[in-house]
C-alpha cells in the first residue's frame, strides 16, 4: 500500500468508526489531487465529505466552527504553502480557542498541509513549514515518512482532541510499504530506524530516507531517529540516543535558518553538552529549473558530508 | 425602513431592559478600564480593566433585538465589540463583568478578557480580536448543525469594517452554497477603528454586496430596537424555514471611540452630536410611553440594571485571581507545559 493509501485507509476507518468525522476541502470529492481521500466521497456522501470552494481562511475557520459545534473535522489544504491564506485561522483561531475561552471549547480537528519540495513546483508549492507551526502553542505538529506511520499516526491525530498540523511529504504520495492496519501509534514518540553508537542523526519526513542512506554509507555507525511528531518531540529518545553518541546531526528539508533543528540541536547541547550540527536547506525560494531546485535539496550526499566533517572533528 | 411596535408592551420592555443592562454594564467598563491601556495618548495606570476595551455604547439596539429572537440553544459569534452581544444571548453580567477584570470567577478564567469572551453554555462561541475571524467560525458552526441535523440556526455579528475582508466574501458564499442557516448582522457603526468606513468602502456595501452572490436580507435602522427585533425575525423566520442564509445590515453609530481610551476627537462634532440625539435607549423609551409604558417603569429598568452592575463590580473586584499556573493549562493535552528545558 502506498502512503495516499495508507493516509486514506486511516481516515476510512475513523470515518466508520465516528460520526462525527468529517472532512472538507478543495477536489475532495474526486478524491483529492494525490488520491489521499480516493473512494470516501462514494461511501460517505457529499455531506461528510465537503467539497468547498477555493476558500481557505473558510475552510479552516469554518472547521474550527465545526468543532467547537461537536465535530472532528478534517481540513485539506491540498500545500502548507495554500495553508498561509488561512494563517489567521490556524494560529489565532485553531490553536488558540481552547485557551481563550478558559477550557470551554476545544478544537479536535486534523489540518492537512503537505510540505517540501514537490519536483517542478517551484517556490509557492515547495516549503516545508514545520517549525512555524511548532512555534505556536496549542498546535501538534506530525510529519509522517512512511505508509505505515501515515496510517497509524493519521489515526492517532484522528483521536487526538488537539488541532493536529498533519504534514504529509508531498513526494511521498506513491512511495510502497507494509501497512498493519491493526497497528496503533501514539503521537510525541520518535521511532530508532538504525542503530548505532558514533552520531545520532535525528531526520523527518523524506529527510529520513536519504538519512539512512547516509547511514548506511557513512564509515561511522550512525543511529537515526525518524522523529515523527515535531510537536511535542521525542526529547527522551533523542537525549537518550545522544547521551551514549555524544554526537547530533540533525538533518531536514526546511531552510536550515531557524528551522527546527535548531531547536533540538540547541536543547542538545544545553543538555547535555555534546556536539551538534545542523543541515537544511539553504535560505532561498526553491527554484523551478532543475540545477535552481537541486539547490534547495537536502540529499545523501549532503547528510554522508556532514557527518563526515563529525569524523574529521575533534575526538568525543 | 419601516417603524414596527412590539406586539406587546412586555415584549418592549424587554428589549429595554437588555438596552438598559448593556449601556449599564459599558459605562461602567469604560471607567474601569481608564488608565488600562496606552493608547491614543492615554498612559498606563492602575485600572481594573486591562489593555484595550471597544465599547458598544449606542449600538445596543443590535445586539437587543437580534438576540431576541434566537432561542438559548442557538449559536452566535461576535466580534471585538461583543460586550452587547455576549449580555443579550444571556451570559451572566457578573461573570462577564468579572473576565472584564481579570478573575478567575470570569467566563474564561481570565484567560481571554473582553475580546475573548465567550459563554458556551448560552451559545454564544466566543468575541475574536480579529475583525472578520468570526464569519468562517459562524458558517462551520452552521454547518456542523447541518450534519448534526440539529434544529439550530447561528446568528454571526460583525462590523462594517469586515465587509473589506476576503473572509467575508468567502463566508457568504459558502454559506450560500451549503444555503446554510445562518443569520450574518453587519452591526454597521460607521467607523472603522479612526477611519469612516465609507471613504474605505466601495459600493453599497453589506447588502449590495451579498446579494450580489444571491444572499439576501434587509436594512434596518440599528438605534430602532423594535425596527430591529421585527427585521431579524423575519429574516431568523426564512433561515428557520430553509430559505437560505439571510443579512441583516443595521445601521447605527459608534458613539464612542475605537476603545475606551480614545477620545475620538478625529470626528465632526456635529456628526457626534446627532447621534447622541438617536440614542437608541432614549428612543425606545419614548416610543414605549407612547404604548403606555409609565415613566416610573422605565426608570426602574434603568435603576435596576445600574444596581445589577453595581454589585457586579464589587463581586468583580472581590474575586480571586486565577492561579498563575493556570497560564500553563487549556493550551493542549499533547506537548502541553512548559518546556524551558
Redesign the interface.
Known amino acids: 500500500m502506498n502512503y495516499a493509501q495508507a493516509a486514506c485507509r486511516a481516515l476510512d476507518r475513523a470515518m466508520a468508526a465516528d460520526t462525527r468525522v ?1 472532512a472538507l476541502g478543495e477536489d475532495l470529492g474526486r478524491g483529492g489531487i494525490f488520491g489521499q481521500y480516493r473512494g470516501l466521497q462514494q461511501k460517505y456522501g457529499a ?2 465529505v ?1 467539497d ?2 477555493i ?1 481557505e ?2 475552510i ?12 472532528r ?1 478534517v481540513v485539506e489544504m491540498r500545500v502548507v504553502d495554500f495553508a498561509l491564506c488561512a494563517i ?2 490556524i494560529v ?2 485553531a490553536a488558540k ?9 476545544r478544537v479536535p480537528l486534523v489540518a492537512r498541509l503537505p510540505i517540501g519540495i514537490w519536483s517542478g513546483s517551484a517556490a509557492q508549492h515547495s516549503q516545508s513549514l514545520e517549525a512555524w507551526f511548532a512555534h505556536v ?4 505538529v506530525v510529519t509522517p515518512s512512511t505508509p505505515q506511520d501515515n496510517h497509524a499516526l493519521l489515526g492517532a491525530a484522528l483521536a ?4 493536529v498540523i498533519y504534514m504529509e511529504h508531498k513526494e511521498l504520495w506513491g512511495l510502497e510499504g507494509e501497512v498493519d492496519e491493526n497497528e496503533t501509534d501514539s ?2 514518540r520518535a521511532r530508532i530506524v538504525r542503530t548505532g553508537t558514533d552520531v545520532t542523526l535525528v531526520a523527518w519526513s523524506r529527510t529520513v530516507h536519504a538519512a539512512i542512506e547516509a547511514a548506511a554509507q557513512s564509515e561511522l555507525s550512525v543511529e537515526v531517529i525518524d522523529l515523527r511528531t515535531i ?2 518531540w521525542d526529547r527522551d529518545t533523542v537525549f537518550a540516543s545522544a547521551a551514549k553518541t555524544r554526537r547530533l546531526l540533525v538533518a531536514h528539508e526546511a531552510v536550515r535558518v531557524a528551522g527546527f533543528g535548531a531547536e533540538i540541536a540547541a ?1 542538545v547541547a ?2 547535555l553538552g555534546v556536539r551538534v550540527k545542523r543541515i537544511g536547506g539553504p535560505r532561498i525560494p526553491v527554484g523551478y529549473s532543475k540545477p535552481l531546485e537541486d539547490q534547495a535539496r537536502v540529499t545523501r550526499e549532503a547528510i554522508l558530508a556532514a557527518l563526515t566533517e563529525f569524523d574529521r572533528g575533534e575526538s568525543k | 425602513m419601516s417603524r414596527p411596535l412590539p406586539a406587546t408592551l412586555e415584549r418592549g420592555l424587554a428589549l429595554y431592559r437588555t438596552m438598559a443592562r448593556i449601556r449599564a454594564f459599558e459605562n461602567a467598563a469604560e471607567e474601569a478600564s481608564k488608565g488600562g491601556v496606552a493608547a491614543f495618548g492615554a498612559s498606563l495606570a492602575q485600572a481594573r480593566v486591562r489593555g484595550p476595551l471597544h465599547l458598544s455604547t449606542g449600538q445596543e439596539a443590535v445586539a437587543a433585538g437580534v438576540c431576541a429572537q434566537l432561542a438559548p440553544e442557538d ?1 452566535i ?1 461576535s466580534t471585538h465589540r461583543g460586550h452587547g452581544h455576549t449580555l443579550a444571548k444571556g451570559a451572566s453580567l457578573a461573570r462577564t463583568l468579572a473576565e472584564l477584570f481579570g478573575r478567575a470567577s ?7 478578557g473582553s475580546m ?1 469572551i ?4 448560552v451559545g454564544m ?2 468575541a ?3 475583525v472578520a ?1 468570526g ?14 441535523s440539529r434544529p439550530e440556526v447561528v446568528a454571526c455579528f460583525f462590523g462594517d469594517g469586515a465587509i473589506n475582508r ?2 467575508f466574501l ?2 457568504l ?2 454559506a450560500r ?1 451549503h444555503e446554510l442557516r445562518l443569520l450574518f448582522v453587519c452591526e454597521d457603526n460607521r467607523w472603522s477603528a479612526t477611519t469612516a468606513s465609507a471613504a474605505m468602502t466601495a459600493g453599497e456595501g453589506a447588502l449590495a454586496r451579498a446579494r450580489g452572490i444571491g444572499l439576501d436580507g434587509a436594512a434596518v435602522d440599528g438605534n430602532d430596537v423594535f425596527a430591529v427585533f421585527a427585521a431579524a425575525g423575519e429574516l431568523l423566520a426564512r433561515v428557520r424555514r430553509g430559505e437560505g442564509p439571510q443579512l441583516l445590515h443595521a445601521i447605527t453609530y459608534r458613539v464612542k471611540g475605537h476603545v475606551s481610551v480614545d477620545p475620538a476627537a478625529y470626528r465632526d462634532g456635529e456628526e457626534v452630536s446627532r447621534a447622541l440625539e438617536e440614542d437608541p435607549i432614549l428612543a425606545a423609551a419614548a416610543r414605549l410611553r407612547e404604548l403606555g409604558a409609565g415613566a416610573a417603569r422605565l426608570a426602574a429598568i434603568r435603576s435596576e440594571a445600574e444596581a445589577e452592575v453595581a454589585a457586579a463590580l464589587s463581586a468583580a473586584a472581590a474575586a480571586p485571581w486565577p492561579d498563575p499556573l493556570a497560564a500553563y ?7 502541553a507545559g512548559r518546556w524551558l ?1
Not at chain 1, 480557542?97 to 471549547?105: E, K, Y
Not at chain 1, 502553542?137 to 501538534?140: I, N, S, Y
Not at chain 2, 465567550?118 to 453554555?121: E, K, L, P, R, T
Not at chain 2, 487549556?330 to 506537548?335: A, F, I, K, L, T
Open positions: 468529517v455531506a461528510r465537503i468547498t470552494p476558500s481562511a473558510t479552516m475557520g469554518a472547521a474550527v466552527g465545526m468543532a467547537l459545534a461537536g465535530l473535522p489567521d485561522e489565532n483561531q480557542a481552547r485557551f481563550m475561552s478558559g477550557g470551554q471549547g502553542p496549542g498546535l501538534v487526538c482532541g488537539d488541532p503521537l510525541g510537536w511535542p536543547e544545553e543538555g | 449559536l459569534t470570569g467566563f474564561n478564567g481570565g484567560k481571554g475573548h465567550a459563554d458556551f453554555s462561541l466566543g475574536n480580536g480579529v475571524a464569519i468562517p467560525i459562524a458558517v462551520g458552526a452552521a454547518h456542523a448543525l447541518r450534519i448534526r476576503g473572509p468567502e463566508g458564499n459558502w452554497i493549562t487549556d493550551v493542549q493535552d499533547s506537548g528545558g
